[in-house]
């Protein structure tokens, strides 16, 4: 099952609630499947909104110099995660490049306007596969690509490798930059490989 949420909660606490009431609320017609978590292969995307708990100067300050990997430290959704308040038993690729939040428009500078947004990684992949089937083998490329043509942007692709008994099946997909997004509703869940273009492409 794939995910692509853009979350609208301003505090860490609706953020989480906004998780949880989608794990609830999916209901699929295949009994095997009822619920998100009875899939093989979880995939969760989308503009998490999660923040970095520093104040502005903080985190600019790591980043100019080239210390931005400390601010996962204070990365809201690893906080969560490790709380068990939110994705619980999600895995996500490691994260080797500076915030992608927020940029002015087409420069490589974070924000300038009156709302000084705080550098932040808030567009994430995650996934989560059941026991029975085997790990996600290769993550083949995961990097920011914030500024530029977008002042909130990232590409990602990975690979799934299945050892279910029809057949292998591989998934690979590139998130949404923000101008997609605008096109996209603020939930969309699949259950299958079929995904509306602008999020998600699959081979099958």
Request: with cysteine.
């Amino acid at each position: 099952a794939v995910v692509s949420t853009q979350s609208t909660g301003n505090q860490v606490p609706l953020r989480d609630e906004e998780y949880w009431n989608i794990i609830s609320e999916q209901d699929f017609e295949d009994p095997l499947t009822r619920h998100l978590y009875d899939h093989d292969y979880l995939i969760w995307s989308g503009d998490l909104n999660y923040r970095v708990n520093l104040s502005n100067e903080e985190v600019r300050a790591h980043i100019s110099s080239n210390k931005h990997l400390d601010l996962l430290e204070y990365d809201q959704l690893r906080q969560e995660k490790a709380a068990g308040h939110a994705f619980i038993g999600f895995h996500e690729a490691q994260i080797t490049f500076p915030p992608t939040y927020k940029f002015d428009p087409e420069t490589d500078i974070y924000d300038t306007s009156a709302k000084q947004r705080i550098p932040s990684w808030c567009d994430r992949v995650l996934w989560r596969i059941r026991e029975e089937r085997q790990e996600i083998v290769s993550i083949l490329n995961w990097g920011g690509g914030g500024g530029g043509t977008s002042d909130s942007d990232y590409l990602s692709s990975f690979s799934v490798d299945s050892n279910a008994s029809e057949g292998e099946c591989q998934v690979d997909g590139v998130g949404p930059s923000k101008q997609k997004r605008k096109k996209k509703k603020k939930k969309n869940v699949s259950g299958g490989a079929q995904m509306d273009s602008d999020l998600l492409e699959y081979d099958q």
